[in-house]
């Protein structure tokens, strides 16, 4: 009986563990999307800039 209790917590340790690690993926994707975003952004917005100036 204490080891089912045992087993159960191991398994939602384990699913809380692999819930963590998919946020934490799913964080670093949009951080570095919304960074590539942003120089893009300005990349396209200087270009954009400079051609209109010359």
Known sequence: RQFFLLFKVLKWGC??????????????????YFLVLIHLFL????????????
């Open 15 to 32: 699913a809380l563990d692999s819930m963590a690690h998919w946020i934490w993926y799913f964080t670093l994707f949009a951080n570095i």
């Open 43 to 54: 990349f396209v917005y200087f270009n954009y800039k400079g051609v209109n100036t010359h």
